[in-house]
């Protein structure tokens, strides 16, 4: 029983390009139910509008969404209609995760862990220390070749 539960939030408990059962699947969960946060479901701001009433929040991640604008788009919207919004990824390169890390301060949660997933990281770029994420203080992005 999910009451017996304590959960931060659900994350994507419906198919992804089933819009209606998110609505239904709101209706149904008790008062004070997990927050329920939509991933695949969203791609982007247009899908944001649809879930408006039933999705707690988002989940963007940049290859999905197209990149830094669209995310910021999608955030302020999310914001707009009084969404959480969570960033994540994929299995990707330091890259595109410390890309996505400098939107980190506009979200109320983070999964950029994707570099972890790969043999090796052709970059360098964001860090991990203590549970916190941390940026390069290089230019721009701050990501370079990893050195051999």
Not at 10 to 19: G, H, L, S
């Amino acid at each position: 029983d999910l009451q017996d539960c304590t959960l931060e939030f659900v994350e994507q408990p419906i198919q992804a390009d089933d819009i209606d059962d998110w609505h239904l699947l709101k209706r149904l969960l008790p008062d004070g139910g997990p927050p329920l946060i939509a991933d695949e479901s969203v791609q982007g701001p247009d899908q944001i509008l649809e879930l408006a009433g039933a999705a707690d929040g988002i989940n963007i991640k940049l290859a999905k969404c197209g990149g830094i604008q669209v995310a910021r788009q999608m955030i302020s919207l999310a914001r707009s209609l009084d969404l959480s919004v969570m960033l994540g990824c994929m299995i990707e390169s330091s890259v595109a995760l410390t890309a996505a890390a400098h939107l980190g301060a506009l979200v109320d949660y983070l999964d950029l862990d994707g570099q972890l997933h790969l043999a090796q990281d052709p970059f360098e770029g964001l860090t991990f220390d203590a549970g916190k994420i941390r940026l390069p203080k290089r230019p721009g992005l701050g990501v370079r070749p990893r050195s051999t």
